[in-house]
């Protein structure tokens, strides 16, 4: 049972109150370990070196790893650099251990290590699951060409703890990413807190491996195998040219907190599952030495409810929205989150026709390009609301006008502030589905400050809206019933109906 995991306790009830809200908080593994607390969890205790693996690096210890690992053991790594050329494959095991104290893992390069299985460690499979894993304290030199080898596959049913890995060198062997991560029992919980890969990976066609891997390696993967929880902590991603964490899921869980993700191609971080959050992150779009066709910082995918909370967005070369939540989504929350994109066609946020319902609370967009800072597309049912939020930036009004496109039935802007006065065209609020209400809110454009285009059941009041070269409303011909109570209009309400 879930309970029985030996190092660490996880109130699973908490955790998950208010959609992963709390994130890695009410994680429970405590602090890095004494030496003395750390062997008590386990019967066996392995110093590798006194085993016979060699600390030099000129000696894979793979063999010697086979011979002593085993259920309730823990092999410990002391200082040295310890070279593999073969992975290290274990399944159905129960708390087994390997922590390193300054311990370097030296991978071979692509031509001399045993394929096509390149991974340093894979512990657990989805139909040969373990349980209680920790795998700790290791750097990984791929500073050598050809050296990019997955470090970890851990597949387990509860217990899983990674921490402090970092990759030093760009993954360049068109390999499978550095990390894979499934938790395949539904009530299974694991967590990876600094796990760090910030070279990035290169596209496959550039590698030994060309022609044998779409795209090239992500950085992070979970897979359609997680059904369980899993949470990663002040995780660090460069650019890869897959996605940088990719979680794929229909059924698990998946918590980011802290951490930062950079240029990766499709997303930096891309979700999918019951239930997802990001909270205390930063994500950069700023290079895509790839050419990758889209780069977004942030995507969801399929599910049911996600929250993004307080992460922070910069995006000065856009490739791509900066967040975007695609149709099979049914509910999605961003607070308390600043989003800038640079000059280009890409919107900050887009919501796909077909997601549900969407609150933006606290949010501010910082957009250059002509593009949309919200663009809020399809007639479905799922109520939108924006809540204090604010859109500043120089974007031009060509070829994109308004700064929010909203096709969407039922929105309500609350608190919205606006100011989009980078060129004469540019202009605010674009309405074209039904019942609307827009309150206590100041709009500042060069062009219509608020366009109601075919738009019915319009409620405007204690609301701003000045327009420099326009009307502050424009009310189209084909639009339906529009309430006004209370407004300062400075420049005019022009209703053609």
């Known amino acids: 049972m879930r309970g029985n995991s030996r190092f660490r306790s996880i109130d699973r009830r908490s955790y998950l109150k208010g959609c992963l809200v709390g994130v890695g ?7 890095v370990a004494s030496a003395d607390h750390l062997e008590r969890e386990y019967s066996n205790v392995v110093d590798i070196v006194d085993a016979g693996a060699d600390p030099t690096g000129e000696t894979p210890i793979t063999p010697v790893l086979r011979e002593v690992v085993d259920d309730d053991t823990l092999i410990q790594f002391p200082e040295g650099r310890y070279a593999m050329d073969e992975q ?19 991978p071979a390069n692509y031509y001399q290590f045993d394929g096509p299985q390149y991974r340093l460690f894979r ?5 040969a699951p373990g349980r209680d894993l920790r795998f700790e304290g290791f750097e990984i030199d791929q500073t050598a060409a050809n050296t990019g080898i997955r470090v970890i596959n851990a597949e387990v049913e509860d217990g899983l703890l990674v921490r402090d890995v970092v990759v030093n060198g760009i993954h360049d062997a068109g390999t499978w990413g550095p990390g894979l991560f499934n938790i395949v029992d539904p009530d299974g919980e694991g ?12 596209h496959v066609d550039s590698t030994p491996n060309e022609g044998n891997m779409w795209k090239g390696p992500t950085g992070i993967h979970v897979n359609e195998y997680h059904d369980g929880t899993l949470i990663f902590e002040n995780c660090e991603l460069g650019g890869f040219p897959g996605n940088g964490l990719y979680g794929f899921t229909e059924n698990g869980q998946i918590g980011i907190d802290g951490g930062h993700f950079e240029n990766s191609g499709t997303a930096s971080i891309r979700l999918s599952g019951s239930r997802g959050a990001i909270r205390n992150a930063s994500i950069t779009v700023d290079d895509n030495p790839d050419d990758a066709s889209g780069q977004h910082a942030i995507r969801i995918d399929d599910g049911e409810t996600f929250h993004i909370e307080n992460v922070t967005i910069d995006a000065p070369e856009p490739n791509g929205e900066a967040i975007r939540v695609m149709s099979d989504v049914e509910d999605v929350t961003i607070e308390d989150t600043d989003v800038s994109v640079g000059e280009g066609g890409s919107s ?8 549900g319902t969407a609150t933006f609370s606290d949010v501010d967009v910082d957009i250059d390009g002509s593009a949309y800072a919200f ?9 939108v609301t924006l809540k204090d939020v604010s859109v500043t930036g120089d974007a031009s009004g060509i070829p994109i006008r308004h700064a929010i496109l909203c096709e969407r039935d039922d929105v309500t802007f609350q608190g919205l502030t606006l100011e989009q006065t980078g060129s004469d065209e540019r202009g605010g609020l674009y309405l074209s589905g039904d019942d609307y209400r827009i309150a206590d809110s100041n709009l500042e454009t060069a062009n219509t400050a608020i ?3 075919g738009a019915s059941d319009v409620t405007i009041e204690d609301t701003v809206a000045r327009s420099s070269e326009s009307n502050s409303v424009h009310i189209y011909a084909d639009s339906g019933s529009v309430s006004l109570e209370d407004n300062s209009f400075p420049d005019g309400v022009r209703d053609d109906r």
């Open 348 to 355: 900050a946020i887009r919501l796909d026709s077909g997601s």
């Open 88 to 106: 290290l494959r274990l399944t159905d095991f129960d708390n087994v251990g390997f922590v390193g104290h300054d311990a370097t893992l030296v």
């Open 451 to 453: 366009a109601i285009t």
């Open 25 to 31: 908080s009410t994680l429970a593994f405590g602090g």
């Open 123 to 127: 512990l657990g499979t989805r139909t």
């Open 375 to 383: 663009r809020i597309l399809g007639d479905d049912p799922g109520a």
């Open 191 to 202: 967590h990876v807190d600094c796990f760090k890969a910030p070279d990035g990976g290169v």
